[in-house]
């Protein structure tokens, strides 16, 4: 009897350790989308595409593919020259803003304290691809072809260099209206 009661608390205890480590993550997010700083990223050509569960998109920005260039030129030299530092999968980029919160340059984090109108922003690689944020925005079945004037993504950084993708742009830099 007691074996049994112990269990129950057990898996109690697991399930609430569960849901506080959840909540924690949702109260993150939210503190990035309340207090993150805005970063407007141009796009590279986006492809709309049709998902069984709905429309989505996928995004590429302008600014990442230089950044894609560079890391493949580093990725050949350390993989010949031994001893050269790699990049790593993931880590952080610096982006200078403008006076609009558009990216106007990147670069690789060096670990040097930020200027005026720098944000540090974590990356990932995979295949190859750099990406900041995420890779995809979602929107639902049937509103494609308004976001096929999508011409940048806006996010909000947090300070750990957390991108979170708020909205889609035109050329206008007017948010696309689901």
């Known amino acids: 009897m007691q074996t049994t009661n112990l269990r129950k608390w057990l898996a109690g205890l697991v399930i609430l350790l569960a849901l506080i480590a959840v909540n924690a993550g949702i109260w993150q997010k939210e503190q990035i989308l309340k207090q993150g700083a805005v970063m407007i990223l141009p796009l590279a050509p986006v492809d709309p ?3 069984m569960q709905g429309d ?8 990442t593919q230089a950044l894609q260039q560079e890391s493949s030129r580093q990725r050949q030299v350390c993989d010949s020259v031994p001893q050269t530092p790699c990049l790593p999968v993931s880590g952080k980029i610096i982006v200078t803003v403008n006076e609009q919160r558009q990216v106007t340059r990147a670069r690789f984090d060096s670990g040097e304290p930020l200027k005026p ?12 691809m750099l990406t900041v944020g ?3 925005y979602f929107f639902q079945e049937g509103h494609g072809e ?3 004037s999508a011409r940048y993504g806006a996010f909000r950084v947090g300070q750990d260099g957390t991108a979170l993708l708020t909205a889609m742009l035109d050329e206008h830099g007017k948010m696309i209206q689901p």
């Open 49 to 51: 595409r049709s998902l």
């Open 56 to 63: 989505y998109m996928a995004l590429s920005y302008a600014i």
């Open 117 to 128: 109108g720098e944000l540090r922003v974590k990356y990932h690689m995979n295949a190859g």
């Open 134 to 136: 995420t890779n995809a």
């Open 146 to 148: 308004r976001f096929a």
